[in-house]
């Protein structure tokens, strides 16, 4: 048995967060699937009750749970990510984009993932007053982490299309960026039969839009890649449909990159498409890492479903284009698992 740790997050958070849980439900029964869900108060609504977004029960069962499966978070998301992706050390976030069949993608030809490192950068949230009108962030980047996170791209552009691109702005950052892309390039030295090329960061946020299809894997900086995975997820559709992970050598953290969205909380209208494709991702990295192929296979269940709805487009959200409830969507999703 699997303990799976559950964030159900601010906002939509928990309708999300239940639709997805419906379907982990039912695929479970299907494939034999042993997770023990326990919920832990996190977040928004945890600081109301114990005046700290991130408890120290609560940090307690996410460090002993084999992974995490995370709600979008309110205003606390900053001090909850960041606390457990370096706590846990998930130093790889991994967000794949690709325009999926029946949704309306800017460019339909996005089909690339981005490998963000997870535990540096500007997100070590040292920042400081230097005096009464100056505000100082401390950005740091080290060879260690860039070099794992490396490794994490070629290995991963290995299976796919064989092409990295990084992305930085050592132009500017000639330090920190500097470092960065040295790193990779002395990692790619064990991986010559991956194309390599190197993009700044304004001239790729371009390209994301202009012409995403020349980029395979990207590999990228913690604030870089934050900022381009919301933009290529909003290239391929809809932020609605774009989970994520955060790996690391023991541990992994799922969860849909889209925010809280308290303006559409409590409508029934959340998209759960993101939610429902991170316990996809969840079920086969327990596979692969366990080396259970059932659990693989119903990963795959559970991401053929939700494609199916998708292309059928006759139960879609109105980010989507239609008009279907949450509970609708999941609902045609579930009817779909077989």
């Known amino acids: 048995m699997f303990r799976v740790a559950v964030i159900e997050g601010d906002g939509i958070g928990p309708e999300v967060t239940s639709a997805a849980l419906k379907v982990l439900e039912k695929i479970s029964k299907l494939y034999s699937i042993d997770i023990e869900i326990v919920k832990v108060p996190v977040g928004d609504a945890a600081t109301k009750v114990y005046g700290t977004p991130l408890p120290d029960e609560s940090w307690r069962i996410i460090k002993a749970s084999d992974a995490i499966l995370k709600g979008p978070v309110g205003e606390t998301a900053g001090e909850v990510v960041v606390r457990i992706r370096r706590g846990l050390d998930l130093y790889a976030n991994i967000r794949p984009s690709k325009a999926l069949p029946g949704v309306k993608a800017l460019r339909n030809d996005i089909d690339l993932v981005i490998v963000r490192e997870n535990t540096e950068d500007v997100y070590v949230r040292a920042e400081y007053m230097l005096t009464e009108d100056v505000a100082v962030a401390l950005r740091v980047i080290s060879r260690k982490a860039s070099e794992r996170i490396a490794r994490v791209a070629f290995e991963l552009a290995s299976k796919r299309r064989k092409k990295v691109t990084i992305v930085h702005k050592a132009n500017v950052l000639s330090v920190s960026d500097g470092l960065f892309r040295e790193c990779v390039y002395k990692v790619w030295q064990n991986y010559r039969d991956i194309e390599l090329n190197e993009m700044y960061i304004d001239a790729a946020v371009m390209d994301l839009v202009r012409k995403p299809s020349r980029f395979d894997v990207i590999?990228?900086?913690?604030?870089?890649?934050?900022?381009?995975?919301?933009?290529?997820?909003?290239?391929?559709?809809?932020?609605?449909?774009?989970?994520?992970?955060?790996?690391?050598?023991?541990?992994?953290?799922?969860?849909?990159?889209?925010?809280?969205?308290?303006?559409?909380?409590?409508?029934?209208?959340?998209?759960?498409?993101?939610?429902?494709?991170?316990?996809?991702?969840?079920?086969?990295?327990?596979?692969?890492?366990?080396?259970?192929?059932?659990?693989?296979r119903a990963g795959e269940a559970i991401e053929n479903a939700v494609v199916e709805v998708l292309k059928e487009g006759k139960k879609l959200t109105p980010d989507l284009g239609g008009d279907s409830s949450t509970n609708e969507f999941t609902e045609a999703v579930l009817s779909k698992i077989r």
């Open 219 to 296: 590999v990228t900086t913690n604030l870089f890649g934050d900022i381009l995975s919301d933009l290529a997820a909003y290239v391929a559709g809809s932020i609605g449909i774009a989970p994520s992970a955060n790996i690391g050598e023991e541990k992994a953290m799922f969860e849909p990159i889209h925010g809280a969205a308290f303006d559409i909380a409590g409508k029934g209208i959340a998209n759960p498409t993101a939610m429902i494709l991170c316990i996809s991702w969840m079920l086969k990295w327990l596979g692969e890492k366990h080396k259970l192929t059932y659990y693989i």
